[in-house]
């Protein structure tokens, strides 16, 4: 018998409903993850990262057109009532937005904040909630005489510990980090960090962690899957994927981020000229190769499938899969077994183009 994960999602499609029409968010979608896992997700803004992530919960805005399966702990989320829906929300699966600031409520003290999920779906009251908020706040190495601060009264660090403290109140299955670290400074970025991965592992829950960040993802997540233009380009096991990425995005994006130390680095910064392309306009064939430096004319015909890849070494030979499971990349390059290696190893190779 077979354990049902805790949350897989089979061909999840989105699509926005505007005054310019129809616009395709997220197109084709499959991922699973299981208890005591963490998953990252990857990618430039308006790939589609906190659009899946926010379907799960299903909190995106009413006329939004979603299709496939999401399903918790074998249960379609998009088949739930409202009822079932509120009842899953904060108990079985929680999610830490991205930007504290905005999130919290102003008006209201932390501790009140923490407290309504615990008062709403585990009917506890009186000074034993209070006690849980003060256990929280403890957990996440905030003083418990914080619960009586407003959220502008908090720093940066303090109001995203606040955020975690509220995502696991319930205990949930789930928990959903949305850019939890971002705008951070790095000392209190690698104390959140760290926060998570200890938390998770204790409670064993499953971790889906948002980011534009590659190496983040490689310190954190058992496993990343990269998106562009609303789609899955490259997935595998996190560290393996950011040394040796098999999809010429996904190098652009480890590349992003200067090497400490390193005169190459920061003497000759390397990235990707131009934009992701516009939801609903985008390019055919692959939708990356306008921008890719190792593009051949087919890839403007054909959009390629997410398939199952060799992992190559920096000498370009063989490596042994992934131990996370086998490495998927939608280019065709990479499933002829070439490398795809320019961003590191030469800046000469990116397109020059500007950006629009």
């Given amino acids: 018998m077979t354990n049902t994960p805790l949350l897989q999602i089979n061909d999840l499609q989105i699509t926005y409903r505007s005054s310019r029409g129809e616009i395709p968010a997220v197109r084709g979608v499959d991922l699973t993850l299981n208890s005591g896992e963490t998953l990252g997700i990857a990618g430039e803004s308006g790939c589609g990262k906190s659009t899946v992530a926010m379907a799960i919960l299903r909190l995106l805005p009413e006329k939004t057109k979603v299709e496939g399966e999401l399903l ?4 379609d989320i998009l088949k739930m009532r409202w009822g079932k829906i509120r009842a899953v929300r904060w108990a079985e699966a929680s999610i830490v937005f991205q930007g504290a600031q905005h999130a919290l409520n102003p008006m209201h003290r932390v501790g009140q904040q923490i407290a309504e999920p615990i008062e709403l779906h585990q009917g506890i009251k009186g000074p034993t909630v209070d ?23 908090l720093s940066g660090g303090q109001r995203q510990r606040v955020m975690i403290a509220m995502a696991l109140a319930c205990d949930p299955d789930l928990i959903i980090a949305d850019e939890a670290t971002t705008a951070l400074d790095v000392m209190v970025q690698a104390q959140i960090l760290t926060l998570l ?5 204790q409670r064993n829950a499953g971790l889906i962690m948002i980011s534009h960040d590659l190496s983040v993802l490689a310190e954190v997540c058992d496993r990343t899957m990269v998106m562009y233009a609303g ?12 040394d040796a990425p098999r999809h010429p995005y996904s190098d652009a ?6 090497v400490i130390g390193d005169p ?14 516009v939801p609903g306009q985008l390019p055919p064939g692959c939708s990356f190769h306008p921008r890719c430096p190792v593009a051949r004319p087919e890839c403007a015909e054909t959009e390629p499938e997410l398939l199952e890849v060799a992992v190559l070494g920096g000498d370009g030979a063989a490596a042994p899969q992934d131990a996370a499971g086998p490495r998927l990349s939608a280019c065709i390059v990479a499933q002829g077994g070439e490398s795809i290696r320019f961003t590191r190893s030469s800046a ?4 020059q183009e500007e950006a629009r």
Avoid: C, I
Avoid at 72 to 75: D, F, R, T, Y
Avoid at 135 to 153: F, I, S, T
Avoid at 264 to 277: C, I, K, S, T, Y
């Fill in 72 to 75: 918790l702990k074998g249960e």
């Fill in 264 to 277: 190459a680095a920061r003497n000759n910064p390397r990235g990707l000229a131009g934009d992701p392309p």
């Fill in 348 to 351: 000469s190779d990116m397109p």
């Fill in 131 to 153: 006690k849980r908020v003060e256990e929280l706040l403890q957990q996440v190495g905030l003083p418990a005489w914080r619960m009586q601060n407003y959220p502008h009264e």
């Fill in 231 to 242: 789609k899955v380009v490259e997935s595998g096991d996190s560290t393996s994927l950011f």
């Fill in 253 to 258: 994006l480890g590349a992003a981020f200067p």
């Fill in 197 to 201: 991965q200890e938390l998770v592992s």
